[in-house]
Nanobody, 126 residues
């Protein structure tokens, strides 16, 4: 079983940057495919990015292409979401999630993920 804790959210002006972190404890972090999702008020949870156990990144959702990247440090049990050129429409609660998957696998569906953090709020002002 894994416990996930996100951090790094906050209030930022449009055009700014934030880096979210998600620290995992419990079962070995390196055995999980990791993902970031977000949920804005009144909207469904949306996939953002996924990263395989060996560091291969998925394609991002269209709305964040060229602006967001995902990375992981298996020695620190941490996955990161670097967010640049933030827009007001990026305002949401951001969640990290963990999925037991084969070594090179990514996962883009929320149903594939077994463990979830509680989320961190990101607010982008115009």
């Amino acid at each position: 079983q894994a416990q996930l804790v996100e951090s790094g959210g906050g209030l930022v002006q449009a055009g700014g940057s934030l880096r979210l972190s998600c620290v995992a404890s419990g079962r070995a972090f390196s055995t999980y495919t990791m993902g970031w999702f977000r949920q804005a008020p009144g909207k469904e949870r949306e996939f953002v990015l996924s990263i395989s156990r060996n560091g291969r990144s998925s394609l991002p959702t269209d709305s964040v292409k060229g602006r967001f990247t995902i990375s992981r440090d298996n020695m620190k049990n941490t996955v990161y979401l670097q967010m640049n050129s933030l827009k007001p429409e990026d305002t949401a609660v951001y969640y990290c999630a963990a999925a037991p998957r084969p070594f090179d696998a990514i996962a883009i569906l929320a149903s594939e993920y077994e463990y979830w953090g509680r989320g961190t709020q990101v607010t982008v002002s115009s």
